[in-house]
């Protein structure tokens, strides 16, 4: 198994562009979710989705578009880029949401807006 | 609001030393799961252990051992015997029944030296 895989893992944009980070696992997990690291914030929840076809928001779910089309993809959508989504984004994913699930997280992907 | 709070941003620790992160919580629900996460430099999220709040004794993995106390919600990590490897950010996190959401807090950064 691949686990949960990012693309790319690093990204310049500039203000204005938009870009779509790819998010994938095979481990048949129903929950899979977006984090955002910033120094000094830990990791912050952006969207999360419960299995394919629902998506909720999460902590900071403003400039992000999600969709869950199928079980293993949930990609990232950035509308129009702002230097404040400069960040890294961690992709994570679980057989269920809550209390006895292991979240598997992504590597990551630094994205630096300009 | 739920929160996870690691008061001490950074510490250091000599090779073969024992080292405790702090962290606290703050929920209203009984029914949870906490979470100590390893970031190294590498930037992939390992989780290093995990403690069920409905059992009373404290989860250990190897060199890590946890202190939990439910009442005062409070949670730390015991690292004995400090390899180099354990050079890395480390979150805590915990999520409650019902629901989807994992909270961090925003990391203690740890430092084995030699």
């Known amino acids: 198994n691949a686990g949960v895989t990012q693309t790319p893992k690093f990204q310049v944009l500039k203000t204005g562009q938009s870009m779509t980070l790819q998010c994938a696992q095979d481990?048949?997990?129903?929950?899979m979710s977006w984090y955002r690291q910033d120094p000094g914030m830990g990791l912050r929840l952006i969207h999360y989705?419960?299995?394919?076809?629902?998506?909720d928001q999460g902590e900071v779910p403003n400039g992000y578009n999600v969709s869950r089309s199928t079980t293993e993809d949930f990609p990232l959508r950035l509308l129009s880029a702002a230097p404040s989504q400069t960040s890294v984004y961690f992709c994570a994913s679980s057989f269920v949401p809550g209390l006895a699930s292991e979240q598997y997280f992504g590597p990551g992907t630094r994205l630096t807006v300009t | 609001a739920q929160t996870v709070t690691q008061s001490q941003p950074e510490m250091s620790v000599q090779e073969a030393e024992t080292v405790t992160l702090s962290c606290t919580y703050d929920?209203?629900?009984?029914?949870?799961?906490l979470f100590w996460y390893k970031q190294p430099p590498s930037r992939q999220m390992i989780l290093v252990i995990r403690?069920?709040?409905?059992?009373?004794q404290n989860a250990t993995e190897n060199r890590f051992s946890v202190n939990f106390q439910k009442a005062a919600k409070s949670f730390s990590l015991k690292i004995s015997d400090s390899q180099l490897g354990d050079t890395a950010m480390y979150f805590c996190?915990?999520?409650?029944?019902?629901?989807?959401?994992?909270?961090f807090g925003k990391g203690t950064k740890l430092t084995v030296n030699p």
């Open positions: 996190a915990f999520i409650t029944g019902g629901s989807e959401k994992l909270v």
């Open positions: 403690q069920e709040a409905y059992k009373q």
């Open positions: 929920t209203s629900e009984n029914n949870y799961y």
């Open positions: 481990m048949n997990h129903e929950y």
């Open positions: 989705s419960v299995g394919a076809g629902i998506t």
